[in-house]
């Protein structure tokens, strides 16, 4: 069974969750399915990832308590004013299928537009009618969480950021610690390339009998960060949620953030400057 942190909402999240872009149609439905009955349980979409419906249609197919699933999507750039946010939401909710949102997140700041206040607004005012269950963000940085927090006086529940052993994301970390917003990690294996094969993760794969892949996600688990790693093969879904009986001590969970790097982003992902619509 999966554990949970408590978030500042009260509600709570599931410790590891499963990222399903591009699970999409009758095969994204089979492998999401699987992933219910494996025993994942935070289920991250968005609607820019076109697969609301493939979500909603494994929640009603997997035989899973509807109440132990976490349902996250997310709003894109091109709906951040008040009224879109609001219709965006909606829109969420009907090809979900489902009679509430249980995490929702504005996706990208969007600097440039400048209009991320007014949606996090939107988001309030749904989770204070009781369309969302919880609200937060994703790639937010500290600047862009100033400003939603003096704009509406509510703190995210979540900022869910690029994290992984390239990119370990220090500062922003503390500042989540310091504000009580819970981190959740996309591309947490670094999109299983050259990280897998770091010589210290290796090292440490060997030195605790697992698998560099399940190393990576202690590790996260292990800085309190929720990792949402993406898996279509049932084999790879079980690999990745076997990560409850073993750990880390403190110098692998050092060794592991030290590979950080400035240029450790995997792409033009920058938030300060990203414009995702």
Known sequence: ?????????????????????????????????????HGYRLID????????GTVGEAVRRAGVPREEIVITSKLPGRHHEYGAATTCVYESLYRLGLDHIDLYLIHWPNPGAGRFVEAWQALVDLQREGVLRSIGTSNFLPEHLSRIIAGTGVTPAVNQVELHPYFPQLEQRAVHDQLGIRTESWG?????????????????????????????????????SVPLPKAATPERQAENLDVFDFELDAAQVAAITALGRPDGRLGDSDPATHEEF
């Not at 509600?11 to 399903?20: A, C, N, S």
């Not at 979409?45 to 609301?52: G, H, I, K, L």
């Not at 947490?188 to 010589?199: R, S, V």
């Not at 060997?206 to 399940?214: H, I, N």
């Open 188 to 224: 947490p294996l670094g999109q299983a390339g050259q990280l897998l094969h770091e010589p210290v993760i290796a090292g440490i794969a060997q030195q605790v009998g697992q698998s560099p892949a399940k190393v990576v996600l202690r590790w996260h688990l292990q800085l309190g």
């Open 1 to 37: 069974m999966i554990g949970t942190h408590l978030l500042n909402d009260g509600h709570r999240l599931p410790v590891l969750g499963f990222g399903t872009y591009p699970l999409r149609g009758p095969a994204g439905v089979d492998s999401l399915v699987s992933a219910l009955r």
């Open 45 to 52: 979409s968005a609607v820019n990832y076109e697969n609301e």
